[in-house]
């Protein structure tokens, strides 16, 4: 075998890896989203334990993503990929059998820990194998099989919740686990560890840790003094996390990725304000759907399922776009889209038509698209190749607490306008008036993101300093 032909087969290997990996996570949270009516009945949950089924996951995703990005980077990203998708594996197997809905809250958090180890070293793989100019186009194939999961969740998650159960869900993503486990076991060689002999700061991690748990969950508790406490002892953490970060003999975070990389800053900034604007959506589009407009969770998941193929189907565009154009630029035109069709969700009401809803959701899709693979491609290519780890789990980080951020918004406001009680048909109201609160915060928060998508410049400068590093 010649070079060329290991290297080709290396990179099929490692897109087929990232590729499934990519797709478990998604699959499962959006397959919950629409069986959550089905838990609420079953667990005698409360509208704010919904809340935290899907918000658990994304807010502990947030708080790990980082430490284990650089633990892989000195251990091995394939030996973390491997153990986060046999804990995803293991912590579904389990969730089949709660008994009550704080049991199962407390294995989608243990469920986070594994998405966020999967969505890291996915991400800095692909970019330690594929060069520069082909890594757009790779980039497009990893989001469009989270959008693949998106959109497979809500149609199966829908037909097994309504035929099976919602334990059936659980199942099925178990199963996903194992063959996914077996593939990374037999099928990708090699490994990657390009920070091997570092220190892995540990007093950092536990800073970094406890400062993002303090402000994602302070921040869901809010207006309470409980949240106010949090959110002020987690910003103080923060703070000496970072202060940490410049004397650390090896820090968790080199900080000068963000003080002397422009593209890096601005990109992962854009990622945190996207993503806090839109991950929401689906969670309270299902309710809507539901609860409103009264389908059943079959039909609820094949309309859900209009924006996650779109975004599948487009992902690859965007990013081979990306590879030719200004990733920037692209990732721009992305986000006002996203901003146009929240803007139309904002006037849904008891009366809108399924068809607007569809029309809304294709234009999400559309942004989502446009926008992920192209800001991903923008980041991983302005950082050279010993940071790849760190910037894939610091873009991860940004996607996590941006979704926690998006959830707690959600949570908050179902909380102080449904209340604390289960969702019927007399509170349709109330979660009518939180979901428009909800959007119209969506809403502000893209055009601050279009913002900071267009300040980062250039992306074409930065991926040919990037190569000579």
């Known amino acids: 075998m010649t070079t060329t032909d290991y290297e080709n087969r290396l990179k099929r290997s490692t897109l087929l890896v990232a590729v499934i990996a990519n797709f478990l996570s998604p699959y499962l949270g959006s397959a919950v989203n629409v069986a959550l009516p089905s838990i609420q009945?079953?667990?005698s949950a409360t509208a704010v334990h919904l809340s935290w089924t899907a918000a658990a996951f994304v807010l502990v995703n947030a708080m790990v993503a980082l430490p284990?990005?650089?633990?892989?980077?000195?251990w091995g990203r394939k030996r973390f990929l491997a153990g986060g998708i046999a804990l995803l594996t293991v912590s579904s197997a389990a969730c089949c059998l709660v008994q009550s809905p704080n049991m199962l809250i407390a294995l989608r958090a243990l469920q986070g820990v594994a998405g966020g180890a999967i969505s890291v070293n996915g991400v800095a793989?692909?970019?330690s194998v594929f060069p520069p100019e082909e890594r757009g186009g790779a980039f497009g194939f990893v989001i469009a099989a989270v959008y693949t999961g998106l959109s497979a969740g809500p149609f199966v998650g829908g037909i097994l919740t309504g035929y099976f159960g919602w334990q059936s869900i659980?199942?099925?993503a178990s199963l996903l686990g194992a063959v996914a486990f077996l593939w990374i076991v037999v099928g990708l060689k090699g490994e990657w560890a390009d920070a091997a002999g570092q220190q892995l700061d540990f007093k950092g991690c536990i800073l970094y840790v406890c400062s993002l748990f303090g402000i994602t969950y302070g921040a869901s508790t809010l207006p309470g003094v409980l949240g106010i406490v949090l959110l002020a002892l987690g910003t103080a953490m923060l703070v000496l996390f970072g202060k940490r970060q410049y004397t650390a003999f090896s820090p968790l975070l080199d900080i000068r990725l963000f003080a002397a990389n422009r593209v890096f800053a601005f990109s992962n900034l854009a990622a945190l304000i996207h993503y806090s604007?839109?991950?929401s959506v689906t969670m309270l589009m299902s309710l809507y759907l539901q609860f409103v407009k009264g389908l059943q969770p079959q039909a609820a998941g094949v309309v859900l399922l209009v924006q996650p193929v779109i975004q599948a189907a487009f992902s690859p565009i965007a990013g081979r776009l990306s590879d030719k154009k200004d990733a920037g630029r692209v990732a721009s035109s992305g986000m006002a889209a996203t901003a146009v069709g929240i803007t139309m969700l904002l006037f849904t009401g008891t009366g809108t038509s399924t068809g607007y809803i569809i029309a809304a959701l294709f234009v999400l899709g559309l942004g989502y698209a446009l926008f992920s693979s192209p800001n991903t491609n923008a980041i991983m290519n302005s950082v050279s190749k010993r940071h790849y780890g760190v910037?894939?789990?610091?873009?991860t980080t940004m996607r996590a607490v941006g979704m926690s951020m998006s959830m707690a918004v959600a949570t908050v406001t179902?909380?102080?306008f449904v209340g604390k009680a289960a969702i019927d048909q007399s509170?349709?109201?109330?979660?009518?008036?939180?979901m428009r609160v909800c959007f119209a915060i969506s809403i502000a928060l893209c055009c601050a993101g279009i913002i900071a998508s267009l300040a980062r410049g250039s992306t074409r400068d930065s991926r040919r300093n990037s190569t000579r590093r």
Not at 68 to 74: E, H, N, P, Q, R
């Open 427 to 434: 509170s349709i109201p109330s979660l009518l008036q939180a």
């Open 277 to 279: 604007s839109v991950f």
């Open 125 to 127: 793989i692909v970019t």
């Open 68 to 74: 284990l990005g650089k633990a892989a980077d000195i």
């Open 414 to 416: 179902i909380s102080y």
């Open 391 to 395: 910037a894939s789990s610091v873009t």
């Open 41 to 43: 009945e079953d667990l």
């Open 170 to 172: 659980f199942i099925s």
